[in-house]
């Protein structure tokens, strides 16, 4: 076997593959904001004139959103993190979420933060990938309650197109069946679920994993409405719950930095399905953007470098 067929150059075709998508999809973004130049200036002057309470509101809720990723992490491992550091680390992972793809930022950071605190890699990964998992049970669960629970949302889901609840169960289906028949992924799997189950033997840690990951996409949802209400849109609650719910699932399936992008559109998309005007949603997503990643990106960077430096990371 020559070095280009080895493991290296399959990673390496990867990370090209992953890289282009990237690229395709900021450049269709690109192409969309240039192409709605006045739309979105008309935005930016609407969200200078929202009301400053509901943004102050707003970015507490967004400030909020490090802690609870904290206590979630805490929940995955257990063994007892550094608080103080801990918090730090999840504001460096979200500042490094914008610059890679599909979340690689916010991995990256926490693994060397959970192999630096004494974890095997192995054991570090899978408690990514268990608190990763967790949080998509939670937002599908969201979801799942607000169709319940509120009759008007069942009609902003179906104005919303089919794409994603195509594309959700195909992607589902596809990692299923890898897991059926890859024995590597079935032997990570079955140590997934040993770690899952101890670090559920601990009502403490069950209840920091599951109460983290719900505040932490609460509090997301929140920063949107409190936005949507800043800006004077009569939306009711629960409508824009669940457009930030589906715009996330819709992003979650394309791998762009933070949802560069993807996110935005779908959010904006299914904030116009709710019923807000075009002008007044792509206000809502500048705001929502400012506040969860544009603003904190630059200090939470150079939070990354100090704990570089310092061997936190």
């Known amino acids: 076997m020559t070095l280009t067929d080895g493991p290296a150059a399959t990673m390496g075709r990867r990370l090209y593959c992953r890289l282009g998508i990237t690229l395709a999809v900021f450049a269709g973004a ?7 130049r006045a739309t979105l200036d008309s935005g930016t002057d609407s969200l200078a004139a929202a009301d400053g309470e509901w943004l102050l509101l707003a970015c507490l809720a967004a400030v909020a959103t490090w802690v609870c990723a904290a206590v979630a992490q ?18 460096a992972a979200s500042a490094a979420n914008h610059l ?16 630096r605190c ?5 054991r570090s990964a899978t408690a990514l990938a268990v608190k990763a998992v967790v949080g998509g049970v939670v937002r599908l669960v969201l979801g799942v309650v607000l169709l319940v629970t509120s009759p008007g949302t069942v009609r902003l889901s179906a104005r919303v197109p089919h794409l994603v609840e195509v594309l959700l169960p195909v992607a589902a ?22 770690d899952v189950r101890e670090v559920h033997r601990s009502r403490a840690r ?14 997301h949802a929140g920063v949107v409405v409190a936005v949507v209400h800043a800006l004077g849109l009569g939306l009711p609650t629960g409508h ?3 457009a930030y719910l589906v715009a996330s699932g819709a992003a979650a399936l394309l791998p762009t930095p933070g949802g560069l992008g993807s996110l935005d559109a779908a959010l904006a ?26 603003l904190p990106m630059a200090p939470g960077l150079l939070v990354m470098g100090l704990l570089a430096r310092r061997s936190v990371l």
Do not use: D
């Open 30 to 36: 690109c192409g969309v904001l240039a192409a709605h």
């Open 74 to 91: 805490q929940g995955a491992v257990t063994e007892r993190l550094p608080r103080g550091r801990l918090v730090a680390v999840q504001f």
């Open 100 to 115: 890679l793809p599909a979340g690689a930022g916010a991995t990256v950071v926490n693994l060397r933060f959970l192999k």
């Open 118 to 122: 004494g974890l095997s890699t192995r």
């Open 173 to 194: 289906g596809a990692f299923l069946l890898l897991v059926v028949t890859s024995g590597r992924l079935r032997r990570a799997a079955s140590r997934a679920f040993a």
């Open 206 to 219: 069950a209840c920091a994993l599951w109460g983290g990951s719900l505040a932490f996409a609460l509090l």
């Open 240 to 242: 824009v719950v669940m």
């Open 269 to 294: 998309l299914a904030l116009t399905a709710a019923g807000a005007p075009g002008q007044t949603a792509i206000s809502a997503v500048l705001g929502y953007r400012l506040l969860t990643g544009w």
